[in-house]
T-cell receptor
Framework: GNSVTQMEGPVTLSEEAFLTINCTYT??????LFWYVQYPGEGLQLLLK?????DKGSNKGFEATYRKETTSFHLEKGSVQVSDSAVYFC????????FGAGTTVTVRA | EAQVTQNPRYLITVTGKKLTVTCSQN?????MSWYRQDPGLGLRQIYY???????DKGDVPEGYKVSRKEKRNFPLILESPSPNQTSLYFC???????????FGPGTRLLVL
């Protein structure tokens, strides 16, 4: 079946540091891939998505590229801020939405 | 404002006492679903609904019921809650199954 594996946290960074969260997936078809973000005390919200191979999703300075050859969708941001502290979920949609376990990111001033 | 609302936001109950968590969306979405979030497991789908009167099981449906009598509402029912249902629950909706899902703020449930 389909599954998503993302790097375990927690991740703690200083402001302006580079952030990478690894995500790999297993799917039988050609899924759409997503990153959702959950800020403290809130529900999940879509951060970015990519619907086919080599697509790059981007939003709020975050980027992720759909890599079919490595079945990956790593999330990156070049310079994080304190306001980026949240839990990040990688997800795939192949007739059903499947989430990774989530990665907690804390950015310190 | 487009939103998904859930009530209650926090609930402490005892084993076996029936409870209902409500979910409502004002975006005229056809697709709605319930998830539970547990540490280290991410979100797992409990039930989903493609439209009014159309519901189906997700990955972890045991111990839960749902109904979809109106398009905007999708309540989650725990007929006889048990401690292993202690979790954070999210309702979500989207215009179609494959479109971006909008999540509610979550309901934190503790079953003693």
């Amino acid at each position: 079946g389909n599954s998503v594996t993302q790097m375990e946290g927690p991740v703690t960074l200083s402001e302006e540091a580079f952030l990478t969260i690894n995500c790999t997936y297993t799917a039988t078809g050609y899924p759409s891939l997503f990153w959702y973000v959950q800020y403290p005390g809130e529900g999940l919200q879509l951060l970015l998505k990519a619907t086919k191979a080599d697509d790059k999703g981007s939003n709020k300075g975050f980027e992720a590229t759909y890599r079919k050859e490595t079945t990956s969708f790593h999330l990156e941001k070049g310079s994080v801020q304190v306001s980026d502290s949240a839990v990040y979920f990688c997800a795939l949609d192949d007739y059903k939405l499947s989430f990774g376990a989530g990665t907690t990111v804390t950015v310190r001033a | 404002e487009a939103q998904v609302t859930q009530n209650p936001r926090y609930l402490i109950t005892v084993t076996g006492k029936k409870l209902t968590v409500t979910c409502s969306q004002n975006m005229n979405h056809e697709y709605m679903s319930w998830y539970r979030q547990d540490p280290g497991l991410g979100l797992r789908q409990i039930y989903y609904s493609m439209n009014v009167e159309v519901t189906d099981k997700g990955d972890v449906p045991e111990g839960y019921k749902v109904s979809r009598k109106e398009k905007r509402n999708f309540p989650l029912i725990l007929e006889s809650p048990s401690p292993n249902q202690t979790s954070l629950y999210f309702c979500a909706s989207s215009s179609e199954r494959e479109e971006t899902q909008y999540f509610g703020p979550g309901t934190r449930l503790l079953v003693l």
